[in-house]
């Protein structure tokens, strides 16, 4: 059942959707200002967005006026087996690199990509069931991997997935640390967004004190 404010979010993304996609540069201010908006009313930091195109965004805005369809069809993000291949994981690094370019010397994508070498990146997509140790394509020991077998996990939507591994705040919000959520279940860093067109969650160990 959709609540009353469940419903307001999901009107409210609905009229950002709509703007962010006919937006232009005059009213670009506007349009981050009113995303920022529904982001954290879904317990979502804004700062999130750096990493995220307007093509991104407005695909996140997409599922999240759709959550209260409970169907198959609106929880579902893609082919289970994109995640597991070697084509998936250029496609991470890319973005990664893209956005560690664009955050200058440290932040959450240079993070994530130092992980990603190290081969202590794992992605999750509770819609399909599927979770994933990340790989370097560009390592010579993966010169002639094209997939791996994921680990089984529950299969769930992303709002019961997200507050299951994620804190929230008295604000309703997700509680970050160092700029990062923290995954409750492994005290590990958390992301969650876009990864081409697909929603993933990643998460990777904490740096040593």
Not at 132 to 151: L, R, Y
Not at 164 to 183: I, M, W
Request: hydrophobic share 35%; no cysteine.
């Amino acid at each position: 059942m959709v609540s009353a404010l469940d419903n307001t979010r999901m009107v409210s993304a609905q009229y950002a959707l709509k703007n962010l996609r006919s937006s232009d540069d005059s009213s670009q201010d506007a349009q981050s200002s009113s995303v920022a908006n529904i982001l954290s009313s879904y317990g979502l930091d804004s700062s999130s967005a750096s990493l995220l195109s307007n093509q991104a965004l407005s695909g996140l805005l997409d599922t999240l006026s759709a959550k209260g369809d409970t169907s198959d069809e609106a929880n579902a993000t893609g082919d289970s087996a994109e995640v597991t291949s070697a084509s998936f994981m250029s496609m991470l690094k890319k973005q990664l690199q893209d956005a560690a370019a664009a955050e200058g010397e440290s932040g959450k994508a240079h993070d994530m990509l130092a992980a990603l070498e190290a081969g202590t990146l794992t992605i999750s997509d509770p819609t399909q069931g599927v979770s994933i140790t990340a790989w370097d394509v560009d390592d010579p020991d993966e010169a002639n991997t094209d997939s791996k077998t994921g680990k089984a996990i529950d299969v769930s939507g992303w709002s019961d997935f997200l507050d299951a591994h994620l804190e929230r705040g008295a604000g309703g919000t997700f509680v970050k640390q160092n700029g990062s959520y923290v995954d409750q279940t492994n005290n590990s860093n958390a992301y969650f967004g876009l990864i081409g067109s697909n929603y993933y969650y990643l998460s990777w160990p904490q740096a040593a004190a």
